[in-house]
């Protein structure tokens, strides 16, 4: 059963997931100790075993959820009003914008490469990530096919899929590159797609 926290205990150990999460996006997982996150964060090694009892196993995975609800809160509000397409350009700019600023250190890829797929406690919430992202997209392109600014027989889950493929993707060539461009191109290729099937290129 899951420890119950008082709001002073919930912010103690939202801060030291904060912390930790920094660190990791800076040096990878596997160079930042447990020393490393209490110096950082102010906090004592009794502390710290008090809220990630395993350590810093325990810790990463907190980070990891942390890191994918970063990547979802960071496109908000757009992301959950994807009702027309001036709302798509909001949200398309809120994308550019969020990671032309974090640059490679970004919460997704602090989740898939910093983090490490290889655990499964990692790779589940990098899917469930993924799985609510593409909701989100999903339900943007539904109310465009209702309001007829795309054409009916749009298949929603490909469309979603797509333009999802192309966020993520060019965020990997982000994380490599250092380049924005990647990202800049790929998702306005899969927007422009989706006006096209409306004949509105």
Known sequence: MERVLTSKGTATRQRIVEGAAALVRDQGAANVSLDDIRA??????????????????????????????????????????????????????????KYRAQGPGCPLSALTSQLGLADP?????????????????ADGV???????????GTDVDDAATAILTAVAGGATLLMGTGQI?????????????LRRSAGRG
């Open 142 to 152: 539904r109310a465009l096919v209702a309001a007829g600014e795309v054409a009916p």
């Open 181 to 193: 461009g990647y990202l800049e191109t790929a998702l306005d290729e899969a927007l422009s797609g």
């Open 121 to 137: 406690t990692t790779r589940t919430v990098v899917t469930d990530l993924y799985e609510r992202w593409h909701r989100y997209l």
């Open 40 to 97: 950082a964060t102010a906090t004592s090694k009794s502390q710290l075993f008090h809220y990630f009892p395993d350590g810093k196993s325990d810790l990463l995975r907190a980070v990891a959820r942390y890191e994918a609800e970063q990547v979802l809160d960071d496109q908000q509000p757009m992301l959950g009003e994807l009702t027309s397409w001036g709302a798509w350009q909001a949200w398309r700019d809120r994308v550019i914008e």
